[in-house]
C-alpha cells in the first residue's frame, strides 16, 4: 500500500514545469474571468451617474461633512477623506444612487471626488433583517467590520465602490494604492 502513494507522488514529481506554469495561469485567468469585467458593473456606472454632481466637493455641503481626516491604509494605499451623510447613514437602507460616504483625495487645495462608501450600522441593518442576512448591493456583498475598530464606530458594514479613481485591485477593495493622503 505504501508502494502506491510513493509512485503516484513520484508520477507528480515528473510532470513537466512548463505546464504546471500553464495550468497555474490559465487557473487565475479563469478566476480573474469569473469576476467579471469590474469597469462595466452596474453599479460603478449607478454611482458615476448618481455622484456626477459632487466631483466638485463645494457641492458636498450641506448634506455631506468631513470626517476623520485623510484614511491611509495599514500597509499601502489609501482611501481619502470621508465626506459622510449623516441622516443616510442612520436610514438603514442602501441606495446605490444615495451614498453614505464620498470620498475625496486632497491635493494641496483641491479635492478630487474619486469614490464612495456605502455604510450601514450592523444594529440598525439587523432591525430589519436577520442576522445572517448580510447587506447586498447591485449584487456586491459588503463587508463587516467589527468593533472596536480604526474609526470608533459600533459594528458596521460598509462597501467602497471606486468609481472615479481606478484601483488596480478592484472597484470594490477597500484600499485603493492610487489615493494618497500625502
Known amino acids: 500500500m505504501k508502494f502506491v502513494p510513493t509512485v503516484l507522488f513520484a508520477a507528480a514529481l515528473m510532470v513537466p514545469l512548463p505546464s504546471l506554469v500553464e495550468l ?12 467579471g469585467d469590474e469597469t462595466s458593473s452596474p453599479l460603478v456606472e ?6 456626477d ?20 491604509g495599514p500597509v499601502d494605499g489609501a482611501m481619502g477623506v470621508h465626506f459622510i451623510n449623516g441622516a443616510l447613514l442612520m436610514d438603514g437602507t442602501l441606495d446605490a444612487n444615495h451614498p453614505e460616504a464620498l470620498i475625496y483625495e ?14 450601514v450600522l450592523a444594529s440598525v441593518w439587523h432591525e430589519t433583517h436577520a442576522l445572517q442576512d448580510p447587506p447586498v448591493l447591485e449584487g456586491q456583498l459588503l463587508h463587516y467590520n467589527g468593533s472596536p475598530n480604526r474609526f470608533g464606530l459600533p459594528p458596521f458594514y460598509e462597501l467602497h465602490v471606486w468609481a472615479w479613481r481606478d484601483n488596480p485591485r478592484g472597484h470594490f477593495v477597500d484600499w485603493n494604492t492610487r489615493v494618497s493622503c500625502e
Open 24 to 35: 497555474a495561469t490559465n487557473v487565475a485567468a479563469a478566476q480573474h474571468a469569473a469576476h
Open 106 to 119: 486632497m491635493n494641496g487645495n483641491e479635492a478630487r471626488l474619486v469614490g464612495v462608501e456605502f455604510i
Open 46 to 51: 449607478a454611482v458615476r451617474r448618481a455622484t
Open 53 to 72: 454632481q459632487f466631483r466638485d466637493v463645494r457641492r458636498a455641503a450641506p448634506d455631506y461633512r468631513p470626517a476623520l481626516g485623510c484614511v491611509s
